[in-house]
């Protein structure tokens, strides 16, 4: 629907669509400028008080002369409005979305059309270092829930004039914003164009879940292979890294987070610590977190595959027997313990902070001593289970973190069953699991190594030195 000229007209038609009277934060004002009447709507909460004033003030000193010598709103637009954020929109549904978006929208008698002027102030926190993704070196800004902030912090690291911030609304009822960024000469066009058509295909009413519900729209998942399909950043010089290498960012209104496409296994590998210091102690940072990740995903299916064949094995090796006589099974330990970390991991979120060490306490008590004290498990269990547990926040990515997690307990079950046959069987079907697994854009999952690049492997492998021209 256009809207018309008559303000009681475009009054009509809005009003019959937005609840207004009902909304308490949905508020109108009328005003009479040179003589003719006129109205705004505004979401209180958005509102820049101080601007509006100031704006408001300024088309008050109109004159009925002036006015009638006004041809149309862009013309209005030139001769009275200073502030520079002004749009024009004639579609009542573009109309609605700007209003419910939080702009201040003006409607004038005889005018056609409504403008839309961004008065908004974002209720938001500061930006401050992200908790998961710490540095030693470098920047301390993170993400915010504010899109347009997200954005200004990569336009801050990337000043060139071909990076493009793409906007598009997503869901049907929520219009989320969701932004495409990308450098035109660098973004593999193909890739680009495959992101574009799935974000413009979505078809929900919500993104109830924000980015995640984003991401189950763009990718179909298979229950089975819980490895991560994207890789997720709350760090604006990572998002700005990607860029700058060709990759797809995508940011969505109320997420401190930016999803990077498309992302492979050895992308994962990679934090800003590597880059933070000199090439060589950053690829020894790298090695020692790449390296310590993938023993957690085998260290208790071998040591319990060495509990069964210690007869086998060498004297020397003769440590890893038990310590104690178990009660419990080795395997009901393990498994236990897989749980137990968990239920730990999820208590320390809710735990408030000040109560946060008495947990820390508490869980040591009852994981270590008691535990052991009461025959439940043996201290050998508990070693091990507690540098994977420590091992495994080596790695940033809490997606990919359970997904080895999932692995490590198949290979586990696997090795009880079916002893070294199964142990074997379980690194097949972990490698089956990363080879069948696909992209965002359908790039492998173990690229560059299969299809193989060593130049885009070699980045991967260790730290390069940084390019001079």
């Known amino acids: 629907m256009i809207l018309k000229k008559s303000l009681q007209e475009n009054m009509?038609?809005?009003?019959?669509?937005?609840?207004?009277?009902?909304?308490?934060?949905?508020?109108?004002?009328?005003?009479?400028?040179?003589?003719?009447?006129?109205?705004?709507?505004?979401?209180d909460g958005f509102l820049n008080d101080v601007v509006m004033e100031r704006m408001v003030s300024r088309m008050f000193q109109i004159t009925p002369e002036q006015i009638e010598k006004t041809k149309d709103l862009r013309d209005f637009v030139e001769k009275f409005i200073t502030y520079t954020e002004v749009d024009i929109y004639t579609k009542t549904d573009d109309v609605i979305l700007q209003i419910l978006s939080g702009k201040s929208v003006f409607l004038v008698d005889g005018l056609e059309g409504a403008l839309a002027v961004d008065l908004r102030e974002y209720p938001a926190r500061s930006v401050?270092?992200?908790?998961?993704?710490?540095?030693?070196?470098?920047?301390?800004?993170?993400?915010?829930?504010?899109?347009?902030?997200?954005?200004?912090?990569?336009?801050?690291?990337?000043?060139?004039?071909?990076?493009?911030?793409?906007?598009?609304?997503?869901?049907?009822?929520?219009?989320?914003?969701?932004?495409?960024?990308?450098?035109?000469?660098?973004?593999?066009?193909?890739?680009?164009?495959?992101?574009?058509?799935?974000?413009?295909?979505?078809?929900?009413?919500?993104?109830?879940?924000?980015?995640?519900?984003?991401?189950?729209?763009?990718?179909?998942k298979r229950w089975y292979n819980p490895f991560p399909k994207v890789r997720y950043t709350e760090r604006p010089d990572s998002a700005a890294a990607a860029i700058l290498e060709g990759d797809v960012v995508v940011l969505v209104d109320n997420a401190p987070q930016a999803m990077i496409m498309p992302t492979t296994l050895f992308s994962f590998m990679e934090e800003p610590n590597d880059y933070y210091?000199?090439?060589?102690?950053?690829?020894?940072?790298?090695?020692?977190?790449?390296?310590?990740?993938?023993?957690?995903?085998?260290?208790?299916?071998?040591?319990?595959?060495?509990?069964?064949?210690?007869?086998?094995?060498?004297?020397?090796?003769?440590?890893?027997?038990?310590?104690?006589?178990?009660?419990?099974?080795?395997?009901?330990?393990?498994?236990?313990?897989?749980?137990?970390?968990?239920?730990?991991?999820l208590a320390s979120v809710n735990t408030p902070n000040m109560l946060g060490n008495s947990l820390s306490i508490i869980g040591a008590l009852l994981l270590g001593e008691f535990a052991v004290k009461s025959g439940w498990l043996v201290p050998d269990t508990i070693l091990y289970m507690s540098f994977i547990a420590i091992a495994s926040f080596t790695q940033p990515n809490i997606e990919l973190g359970y997904a080895f997690k999932f692995m490590r307990v198949m290979i586990l079950l696997l090795t009880f069953f079916f002893k070294i046959w199964g142990f074997a069987l379980g690194l097949l079907l972990v490698l089956f699991f990363v080879a069948t697994n696909k992209t965002v854009t359908g790039k492998g999952y173990l690229y560059p190594l299969i299809p193989f690049n060593w130049q885009a492997l070699k980045a991967h492998l260790y730290r390069r030195k940084l390019r001079v021209k």
């Open 12 to 43: 009509a038609i809005l009003d019959g669509i937005l609840p207004v009277g009902k909304s308490q934060d949905l508020l109108v004002r009328n005003f009479n400028l040179g003589g003719r009447c006129a109205r705004v709507y505004y979401l």
């Open 128 to 220: 401050d270092e992200p908790e998961k993704e710490r540095v030693m070196r470098g920047s301390r800004d993170g993400f915010v829930e504010t899109i347009i902030w997200n954005a200004a912090l990569i336009r801050r690291r990337i000043r060139d004039p071909k990076l493009v911030v793409e906007i598009i609304h997503v869901g049907k009822r929520s219009q989320t914003d969701v932004a495409i960024v990308y450098i035109e000469d660098l973004v593999k066009q193909d890739e680009l164009s495959i992101v574009r058509s799935k974000l413009g295909g979505i078809q929900v009413d919500s993104l109830t879940m924000n980015m995640e519900s984003l991401t189950e729209c763009m990718v179909k």
């Open 277 to 345: 210091y000199p090439p060589l102690v950053g690829s020894y940072i790298r090695f020692v977190r790449t390296a310590v990740f993938f023993v957690t995903l085998v260290l208790s299916p071998l040591w319990y595959l060495a509990v069964e064949y210690l007869d086998k094995l060498p004297p020397a090796l003769a440590f890893l027997n038990v310590s104690e006589p178990a009660k419990v099974p080795i395997i009901i330990q393990l498994l236990l313990l897989e749980g137990a970390i968990d239920v730990l991991r």
